[in-house]
């Protein structure tokens, strides 16, 4: 009786530790399946991680021509406002012109950091005398919004006093306008956050630097 019980007792305790072994290894199995899971898991936040940061700096033509219109543009008005140093008789539009020098040369230095981490072609200085930059949308079909030509840049490089002044904030308000109307296209088909947040600062900047503008000249 005694081996019998033995041998019972021991074939339950045999039972009981397989049961046991059994259940540990499905919690692993489950353990494994949830940290392969978790892992799948982790990956796939990585992975949507990744997707929002390509999101975020994913950008579309648009994105690349007002960079690469910008830049120009924004040359051109500081060689305006280099002018009005030596030039303007006005403490008013000498102000100006170092607000527009401090404001769109760092504009220039973030547009061409974009461009670079594209891969695309940074405009140089000599583009600003041209005013044209290939798939910038624009009327005509010829230069960008509010750009100078050649003559109006030697007629303001030769004046001076009020006749500088006046001409520098006639001219101003026009190229003004154009990068208003260039940063609203950016804002209405740009996709590059980065890019349509400087767009709206520039509309916001610049729209209300064309008020003063024409409260200098009179006209409000």
Known sequence: MRNTRT??????LTAATVTAALVL???GNDGTSNGSGSHTGGHSSASSSTSAGTTAGAHNAQDVSFAQGMIPHHQQALEMAELAADRASSAEVKGLASRIEEAQGPEIRTLGGWLTSWGEDVPTSSDSTT???????HSAGSGMPGMEDGSDMDELDKASGTDFDTMFLTMMIDHHEG?????????SKGVYGPATSMADDIITAQTAEIAEMNKLLGKS
Request: glycine share 8%; hydrophobic share 50%.
């Open 179 to 187: 990068a208003v109307a260039m940063a609203t296209t950016e804002k």
């Open 131 to 137: 005013g044209s930059m290939p798939g910038m949308e």
């Open 25 to 27: 290894a499905a919690c």
């Open 7 to 12: 041998l019972t007792q021991r074939a339950a």
